[in-house]
C-alpha cells in the first residue's frame, strides 16, 4: 500500500464505530459486514483476519484517545518481522507477518509512522459526542473536526448558544 492510501485505510478503520442518531454503530459489527470491508480493502475476510483487526481496532482507538499507552498494540506484533532481500538491485524490506494478521499490522505500522513523522496529526474529533478520527494535513495542525458540515458546525452553534445563555444569566 502507498503511504497515503494506507493512511486512508488506517482512517477508515479507526473511524468505523461512529454515533448514528445518539447511539455506537459498528460497519464491522457483524461476520458479513467484518468480511465485506476486509475483502474491499485486500484481506481474505476468514473469521480470524476480522477478530483480530477489530481487537486491533479497538486497541488503537482507545491509544489515539490517550486512554492507553501504546505498548498495548504490543500483542499486535507478535511473529512480525522485517526481512531485508535485494530487489532491482535496492534493498528491500520484506514484512513477514501471518496472513490473517498482515491487513491489521499493516496498519498498526501505518500510525506507528505517521505519529513517528508527525505527531499529534491522528487525533479524536474535537466534538465529545463524536466518535470518529480526523487525520490534518493542514498545515498549522489547526483541524479540530472530523467533518467540517457535521461537527464543526454543530460544536460552533453549541458554544454560541452557550455564550448567548451565559451572557443573559
Ligand atoms: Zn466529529
Do not use: I
Not at 473511524?15 to 476486509?38: F, I, K, M, Q, Y
Not at 507477518?97 to 474529533?125: D, F
Request: aromatic content about 6%; hydrophobic content about 40%; overall charge positive.
Amino acid at each position: 500500500m502507498a503511504d497515503t492510501a494506507a493512511e486512508d485505510v488506517l482512517l477508515e478503520l479507526l473511524n468505523t464505530t461512529p454515533v448514528v442518531r445518539g447511539s455506537v454503530s459498528d460497519a464491522l459489527g457483524t461476520p458479513a459486514e467484518g468480511r465485506a470491508w476486509v475483502r474491499g480493502r485486500g484481506g481474505a475476510g476468514s473469521d480470524e483476519e476480522v477478530a483480530f483487526l477489530v481487537a486491533a481496532r479497538d486497541a488503537l482507538q482507545n491509544v489515539v484517545r490517550g486512554r492507553r499507552e501504546a505498548e498495548c498494540l504490543s500483542e499486535f506484533l507478535e511473529g512480525v518481522s522485517k526481512v531485508p532481500a535485494f530487489e532491482g538491485g535496492r534493498l528491500e524490506w520484506a514484512l513477514r507477518v501471518p496472513e490473517a494478521h498482515r491487513l491489521a499490522v499493516e496498519l498498526l505500522l501505518t500510525w506507528a509512522h505517521v505519529e513517528e513523522t508527525r505527531p499529534g496529526r491522528l487525533k479524536p474529533c474535537g466534538n465529545p459526542d463524536c466518535r470518529r478520527f480526523l487525520l490534518d494535513r493542514s498545515k498549522p495542525n489547526s483541524a479540530r473536526w472530523c467533518s467540517m458540515a457535521e461537527c464543526g458546525n454543530r460544536m460552533k452553534a453549541r458554544r454560541h448558544y452557550e455564550r448567548v445563555k451565559g451572557a443573559q444569566a
